[in-house]
Each structure stands twice: as structure tokens, then as C-alpha cells.
């Protein structure tokens, strides 16, 4: 595995400072030899010139946020970061990548959630270039690599949650996002470790039942709520029920047999669990018979 290897490079001002000069004292010199022929200054002149036209070439911008990967006939070199005109080897190859912060949405994939419900869902991902060479020799296309991987780990992650959770111990897509976001994050980031890329940040951006079982999931779902909230208000009505049976035997408002106090908690449950308000019932006899 090659690992990055950052490189100082010589100030291109400094280069340039002194090959311009010599660039056109060749000149001048040649001017001068071509009115007095004199051949071995003129080769010497050429040459000079020849080599000082070569090095120019080496001469290279290097941007802020951005890293330039030099290679020398296959052979890699060293990573410049430092920004400026930079002056380097002119037969290095000088290949620029990009280490600023970048972001894109993965497409609305179509996966089974664990439960085997068809689910759509897509993903936002932050990431940036933190080794220059392993993102630019140990995969073809580092961007390419990026946006396949991210695909990859998206479905590996939606195939291991519900949908939805029918309990609270259950961790769901839909119910704990910051737990999904920390594994999505954790599954991109493994890999693409190999790509030099670092994984700021990971999140769903889409998620929702696949269109062919949306309206049977979404009856599904407000059965749940209503089952849910049939729940706490029997939970309730059970409590209040209790406390009224417990206060009226404590101050001794009434005497109550097993028979009474079925019919009073028979009555107060259907008052307290029923959609409807109560009708009130005038009883003009008496509590016995």
C-alpha cells in the first residue's frame, strides 16, 4: 500500500527569478555570436537555452485545498500541499487532487428493510482527500470508488433495520436516526479507508415505504398508533379506577359489596375508554332493591 509522502518544493519565484535572466542573457549572447560567427558559442548558447526553456517546465501552481501528486517515470515522488507557484523536477508528471470538503446524494435505492418490507432510500455523504496517494494509485477513480461504495453500504445498512420499530427497545431507520447516521458513517468510512478518503459526515436523505405496499404499510402504521393509544388509555382509565375504588373505601363515602363495585368499575371504564361522551342517567330509585 503507498501512503502519502508530503514534499517541499522550491519557491517558483525563485526559479523563475533566475531563469528568465538566463533565458535572455542567451539571447543576447546569441545576437551577439551571430554577427561574429563563432560555432562553439553558439552551441553552447542553444544549449543553454535548450535546458533553460526545459526547466520552465517544471514550474507548477499549486491551489489552496488542493495537493499535487509528482511521479517520475512511474515512480511516485511525493505529495506538494504547499500553495503558490512551485518549482519541481520538470520530468515529474504532476497530477492534482482535490482535498477540499465535497458532497453528493447517492440515488433512491430500492432495497428489503430486515422484515423484507421494499423500501426507497438515499443518502447525503460529506467527505474529502486525506491521503493523496492511495486515493490516486490504489483505486482507478477515487470519485467513481466513492459514490459505488456508498451505494453498497447504503443497502448492507437498510437490510439491517426495520422500516419502523414496533417497540421502543428496537432500533428502526425511521426512529433513531442518530444511530443510523453513526452506522451508515461507520460502514462508508470502512470502505473506503483503502481510497484515502475521510468520511466527515453521513445521513439519510430519503427514506420511504417502496410505492406498491405504501398505502398497506401506512394503514399498518395508524393501526399501530391507535393500538398504542388504546393501550395508554386503558392504562390510565385501569389507574383512575383503582385510586376511585381506593379513596371511597378509605374516607368511608360508601359501603360497596364485589357485586357494586363490578358494576361501578364496569361503568367507569366505559366512561373513561369510550370515543363518545358519556349520556348521564337519572336513577330515581334507590341504590338497592
Excluded at 491521503?131 to 477513480?141: G, H, P, Q
Excluded at 390510565?236 to 360497596?256: Q, S
Aim: with cysteine; proline share 3%.
Amino acid at each position: 500500500m503507498i501512503r502519502e509522502k508530503e514534499r517541499q518544493a522550491v519557491s517558483g519565484l525563485a526559479a523563475l527569478a533566475l531563469l528568465l535572466p538566463m533565458l535572455a542573457g542567451c539571447v543576447y549572447i546569441f545576437m551577439q555570436a551571430v554577427r561574429a560567427p563563432n560555432v562553439p558559442l553558439l552551441l553552447g548558447v542553444v544549449l543553454v537555452a535548450a535546458l533553460s526553456i526545459v526547466a520552465l517546465c517544471g514550474l507548477f501552481v499549486v491551489n489552496p485545498n488542493e495537493g499535487r501528486v509528482l511521479q517520475l517515470f512511474g515512480t511516485y515522488v511525493g505529495t506538494v500541499r504547499q500553495p503558490g507557484l512551485r518549482f519541481a523536477n520538470p520530468f515529474y508528471t504532476k497530477k492534482h487532487i482535490s482535498l477540499r470538503v465535497r458532497n453528493f446524494e447517492s440515488a433512491r435505492l430500492k432495497v428489503n428493510d430486515i422484515e423484507g418490507n421494499p423500501i426507497e432510500i438515499a443518502a447525503v455523504v460529506v467527505w474529502r482527500v486525506v491521503d493523496t496517494a492511495e486515493a490516486c494509485f490504489e483505486v482507478d477513480s477515487y470519485e467513481n470508488y466513492v459514490h459505488v461504495q456508498t451505494e453498497a453500504a447504503v443497502r448492507n445498512m437498510a437490510t439491517s433495520y426495520p422500516y419502523d420499530a414496533h417497540d421502543d427497545k428496537q432500533i428502526s431507520m425511521r426512529g433513531h436516526t442518530a444511530q443510523i447516521a453513526d452506522h451508515l458513517k461507520r460502514e462508508i468510512q470502512e470502505r473506503l479507508a483503502k481510497a484515502g478518503v475521510e468520511v466527515i459526515e453521513a445521513r439519510i436523505s430519503h427514506l420511504a415505504y417502496a410505492p406498491e405496499i405504501a398505502s398497506a404499510m401506512l394503514q399498518r402504521q395508524q393501526a399501530g398508533a391507535i393500538i398504542a393509544a388504546r393501550q395508554l388509555i386503558v392504562d390510565g382509565a385501569v389507574g383512575m379506577v383503582e385510586m376511585a375504588l381506593e379513596r371511597l373505601d378509605r374516607n368511608k363515602v360508601v359501603a360497596l359489596d364485589a357485586e357494586r363495585k363490578a358494576a361501578m368499575v364496569s361503568n367507569l371504564l366505559v366512561v373513561l375508554c369510550g370515543e363518545r361522551a358519556a349520556q348521564p342517567v337519572l336513577n330515581t330509585g334507590t341504590l338497592y332493591q
